[in-house]
């Protein structure tokens, strides 16, 4: 009978313990946790107007497949997502174009297709995910965008800096020295 009194009153002892220390992914009595970081969350993407084609820059890329690419400037935004969203034209040699509203998560080098162009309308994708981005191919413009122009270090630059590496860019200047000012 002492044995389990005793046992009883230490079980005792180690709950009250264990609630006043902050266990691993459970809450404290203070509310804190050691997991504190949220899961990623993706925000809304509203579909932008059909860029003015006339206002596109043109991008080098460095692949060997039959496109050019043009970027929208007034398309470029950071969401609170910071997923980086933008417009990208692609001209075949032939003179054909798709146009894509796309998005890229810095951190995680993922892409996602949200929209796509008929005619002159932008329509939204039914089924989208994200994917891994790939370093060739038709695919290389994007991770060209993430490593040159959008991202640095797993973050979206500012808009400024992504504007001033896209006209850079542009303007036909590809000293680094310059673009990545």
Known sequence: MRYSVLF???F????QSA???????EPSSSGNTFFEAQAWQESDADLPPY???DRLLELSIDNANAFKYFIDPE??????DQVVRYIILLRSRTGSKNVFFEGVRCETNEYKSYAFA???QL???RQSRWRLVSNSGAQRYRYELIAYFLCDNGSPLSHDTMMRRLRSEESGVHDASEIFL
């Open 8 to 10: 009883a009153f230490c």
């Open 12 to 15: 005792m002892l180690m709950l």
């Open 19 to 25: 609630h006043a220390l902050d266990i691993p992914g």
């Open 51 to 53: 860029p003015d084609e």
């Open 75 to 80: 398309s470029v935004t950071v969401g609170a």
């Open 118 to 120: 008929t005619g002159k």
């Open 123 to 125: 329509r939204r994708l």
